[in-house]
Nanobody, 120 residues
């Protein structure tokens, strides 16, 4: 089993920045891909960004150039740096983990979620 604990959400004005963290523990040797999903009220959960154990990243078009995912393997932690935030970025953000990038579309593990609210 793998446990994921997110932190760093909050309220920020449009144009501001936030950094989310996701600390992984447990059987992390089985994890080769991690990512961030978000779910806004009344909308489906969407995959925002992902990173593999080799450092390969990908981003949804809506966040390209504004969000950056990174990982600290020594700390078993993944980060999401969010800049130039917009009101439409408001959502609950979930950390997710899987054995492969492909399986991240249906993750093996989820964090509890952290609220990000961007005011206009």
């Amino acid at each position: 089993q793998v446990q994921l604990v997110e932190s760093g959400g909050g309220l920020v004005q449009a144009g501001g920045s936030l950094r989310l963290s996701c600390a992984a523990s447990g059987s992390i040797f089985s994890i080769n891909a991690m990512g961030w999903y978000r779910q806004a009220p009344g909308k489906q959960r969407e995959l925002v960004t992902a990173i593999t154990s080799g450092g390969s990243t990908n981003y949804a078009d809506s966040v390209k150039g504004r969000f950056t995912i990174s990982r600290d393997n020594a700390k078993n932690t993944v980060y999401l740096q969010m800049n130039s935030l917009k009101p439409e970025d408001t959502a609950v953000y979930y950390c997710a983990a899987a054995q492969t990038r492909e399986r991240l579309w249906d993750p093996d593990y989820w964090g509890q979620g952290t609220q990000v609210t961007v005011s206009s």
